[in-house]
Each structure stands twice: as C-alpha cells, then as structure tokens.
C-alpha cells in the first residue's frame, strides 16, 4: 500500500524497489534521464509511457495514478468521529449524575500535559480525550440546567480549557471544521464563565484556527483587538503580559504568512519580544508557551518563510529548547531547521534532522504535511544511500 496522495514519480520509484533506474528504463523503451526526470517529478509520463512502467512493474496503471480518487470505504470509527460526536452531544443522559468539576479539572490538566509532552501524545489523546469530552458536555449542560453559581462557574472554566486541547488536537488531526467548532466552545464557555484570562486564552486559539483555515488577515486582526483587550483586563500583571505577548505572536504569523516579512518582524521586536522578557519560559500561561524561547522559535520561523536561510539557521544555532514545557514546540523547531537545510539542499542534514524528529515525536513526524514533503524530496533528489534511508523512514511513518 502507498499513501493515496502520493505523487506519480514517487510511486515509481516505490514499486521499482531495489530493480535498477537504467535497466526499467530500457525494457520500457525510456532513457534513464527521462525516467529519472519522471520520478523527481520533473517530467509527467503519457499514457503509454505510464502503461508501460506499470506493465514492467507488475502493477494495475491506476495504481502509478496519484489522482485516481480512493475507493469508497466505510468511515473509520477514529478518535476525531467519537470527538466529534461528544461535541454533538452524543454523551451520558441528562438524568445521569455529573462529573465534579474538580474531578474533571484534574483530567484536563493530565490531557493537557499528556498533549504538550508526550511523544505518543496522539495516541493517549484518542484514548483519552472522547470520553472526557462527553463528561464536561454532560457536565456543563447540567450546571446550565441548575446549580450553584460557583460550581457552575467552575465548571466552565474546565470546559474552556479542554475546548482549546480540542483546538489543538483537532487541528493537529486535519479536522479544521471540528477545531473551529472547539475553539468557538472554549469562547462561549470563558465569557459565561466571566474569566478574562480564558477569554484572551480563547481568542488566542482562534486565531490558531484561523490560520490553519488560511485566513491570515483574519487571525492578525482577530488577536491584535484581543490584545488590546487583555491590555486593561482584570487579572494579574504577569497573566495579562504573557497573554498579551501570545495574542502578538499570533498576529506575527499572520503577517509572516501574508509574507510581510518586515510587518512581522517590526511586530515581534517592539511588542512580543517585550513582554517574553518578562515573562519564563515555563509559566506555561494558558498553555501558550509563551517566553523568550517562543520569540526565538518565531524569529527562526519567519526567516524561514522568508527564505533566508543563513540567518534562519544561524538564528537555530544560538537556541536552547531544553527548558521548553511543549514537545510539539520542539519538534516544530526541528522541522523547521530541517525545512532551511532542504533550501540549502544539505540532504544529509535533512535526513538528520528527521531522523532525530522520529526518535523524539514519530507520531507529530508521520501526521505534518511539511515533514512528509521534506522526507519525499530526500527520496527524490539525495544520493542514493540517503535516498534508501528516506524511503525506509517514509515506510515507518505510513508514507508508502
């Protein structure tokens, strides 16, 4: 089985296997050049050229189309479907009696940390995270129902928390949709909850939202008037700065990804790199990660946007992520470093660094577009012993 978005050129290669580049090129009347021209996806094959490769091959012709839309299959009974059935309310009746709320705050605070720390932490999430999400519904429709004001605040509280987890993990999961349906629950639970501080966390994982749906300007302007908001909210000095500083770095990507290079970077040095110098890098603040070691992470990221690689990496090499509370922070500094050497087309350096990413979080590795991308050009375009260790690493992490 190959990935069934797998490009034409990649499956080639992947059902050549070990058989030589200019020996299948001959049988199918090709030069080598051409075919190896056809698997870096230089060149497209015509229709006799690709029946050809596929009757040497031994293989159906649609099997070499990467286009050939799957065959339709029952849906998967996925953590993502049990989520989002429990957000729909799929969950205990109203007559069953409700999980505390400090109970269920100890529960958020596990799948949280869980989350940003662990190496299986999709894995755990899926196990944890259906039947946590239709407890706090369960929970919240019944302290909207009738209790006391105190608990029923408590309770949203622990409900904005695990919405703005779902924001995470779903988005993380490719389901946009169900990550902006969270991000809207965390919204509506912090403002009945009356919390200034889960508000401002809120809109921060919107913005997120935003940005992961391709909606840049929105996000930027979304966050900017959070910031101002938090700017005279009542809450204490070093929530309200980390908050603040989190809600600018939002709008930073935003402008980096409407490649304002000099917008995002004006922004991140007079308004988030300010209040990161107030602020440790283990506050952990809203689960933010918010700290002088995300400012760095963000100048690295922009300069890779940017194409500028030599700073890029020279940005990479001056940063310490061992006092980083967020796995995933990691991992995306990481690939980011490998990103800049595949613009550099240091193959080896890529293979490295992914490589060191499978070891460290296979499971972020195997589910992020960009990491699939870079591991496809090392089998692409890398010598060949690089090239054989990328195809096994792509068969490690379900690629081919």
């Not at 030069?31 to 596929?54: C, H, M, N, T």
């Not at 050939?68 to 299959?73: D, V």
């Not at 918010?290 to 194409?307: C, V």
């Not at 699939?372 to 050009?377: A, G, N, R």
């Amino acid at each position: 089985m190959v990935a069934a978005d797998l490009p034409i050129g990649d499956r080639i290669r992947h059902y050549r296997g070990g058989r030589r580049q200019d020996a299948v090129a001959g049988l199918v009347g090709i030069s080598p050049d051409y075919l190896s021209q056809i698997e870096r996806g230089l060149k497209v094959p015509s229709l006799p050229i690709l029946y050809a490769l596929a009757q040497e091959l031994g293989v159906p012709t649609a099997a070499l189309l990467s286009e050939q839309p799957p065959t339709e299959e029952e849906p998967a009974d996925t953590a993502e479907a049990a989520v989002g059935r429990a957000l729909l309310g799929y969950g205990p009746p109203l007559s069953t009696q409700p999980t505390t709320a400090v109970e269920l705050r100890d529960r958020v605070e596990a799948a949280w940390q869980s989350w940003q720390t662990a190496g299986d932490r999709f894995t755990k999430a899926a196990q944890t995270l259906p039947a946590l999400v239709a407890d706090i519904e369960h929970a919240v429709r019944a302290a909207r129902a009738g209790t006391t004001p105190a608990e029923r605040r408590s309770v949203l509280r622990v409900a904005a928390d695990l919405y703005c987890l779902l924001r995470s993990y779903l988005r993380r999961s490719g389901r946009v949709d169900l990550a902006t349906i969270a991000a809207d629950r965390a919204m509506r639970a912090a403002e009945d909850a009356d919390d200034p501080l889960r508000m401002a966390t809120a809109q921060w994982n919107l913005g997120h939202v935003l940005l992961a749906a391709g909606h840049p300007a929105e996000a930027e302007e979304l966050t900017l008037r959070a910031a101002e908001d938090v700017a005279v909210a009542r809450m204490p000095e070093a929530k309200r700065t980390a908050m603040s500083g989190a809600l600018q770095l939002v709008a930073v990507v935003g402008a980096a990804r409407r490649r304002r290079w000099w917008e995002a970077r004006d922004r991140l040095v007079r308004h988030a790199a300010p209040a990161a110098r107030a602020v440790p890098d283990d506050s952990n603040i809203g689960w933010t990660v918010f700290g002088p070691t995300n400012i760095a992470l963000h100048t690295l990221s922009i300069e890779m946007e940017a194409g500028e690689t030599g700073e890029a990496l020279h940005t990479a090499d001056a940063i310490d992520i061992s006092g980083l509370p967020s796995l995933e922070r990691e991992f995306t500094f990481g690939l980011e470093v490998a990103a800049c050497h595949s613009q550099r087309r240091d193959d080896a350096a890529v293979l490295l660094s992914l490589l060191g990413l499978e070891a460290t979080a296979p499971e972020d590795l195997a589910r992020t577009p960009l990491a699939q991308q870079l591991v496809l050009t090392v089998i692409r375009r890398a010598r060949a012993m690089h090239a054989r260790q990328a195809e096994q690493l792509a068969v490690r992490i379900g690629l081919v």
